[in-house]
């Protein structure tokens, strides 16, 4: 059982993933409140599914680009979860969970970038192959300096 979650943007995600398929999902329903939602998600998704920590195998966490103050619950709250059940914590690009997802519902065909909101009139980025393969990035930037005509 793969228990995952991603706090690097203002909403908090959780999902659990029993090898075959999602058992169970969460979206935090206010922004910017992840040290509050995490938790109480986790505990949601595992309800849902009838699994105990105990039966979980593994941990995947976003680690950003995001906010410090997002990233850090997240990644605390897996390398905790991960050392007290003694199990793997495995850190993934959030970038990469959307290229992936977009590559999986045929959202894009050949080279694409995916971006996210950075505030202060910047954005997360990162440029990806037909097959979701990150080629460059993330890198941080105002929107005017790395515009691109591949789909966004």
């Known amino acids: 059982m793969l228990l995952s979650f991603d706090t690097a943007t203002a909403f908090v995600s959780v999902a659990l993933h029993d ?11 206010q922004p910017m409140r992840h040290g509050e ?5 986790i505990e949601a998704v595992l309800i849902e599914s009838a699994v105990k920590p105990a039966e979980l ?3 995947a966490v976003g680690v950003g680009p995001g906010p410090f103050t ?3 619950v997240g990644l605390v709250t897996a390398r905790t979860l991960g050392f007290a059940l003694s199990i793997p914590v495995i ?3 959030s970038l990469d969970i959307l290229a992936v997802e977009a590559v999986a519902t045929d959202a ?4 694409f970038v995916v971006a996210t909101d950075a505030r202060r009139k910047e954005v997360y980025l990162a440029s990806y192959d037909g097959s ?14 790395v515009a691109t005509a591949l789909p966004v």
Request: glycine letters at 18%; a positive charge; one cysteine or more.
């Open 19 to 29: 090898g075959e398929r999602i058992r169970a999902e969460r979206t935090s329903d």
């Open 37 to 41: 939602q995490l938790g109480a998600l």
């Open 57 to 59: 195998s593994r941990i």
């Open 70 to 72: 997002g990233l850090r």
């Open 91 to 93: 850190g993934v690009c």
């Open 108 to 111: 894009v065909a050949g080279g």
């Open 132 to 145: 979701g393969r990150r080629l460059a990035g993330p890198v941080v930037e105002r929107p005017d300096v």
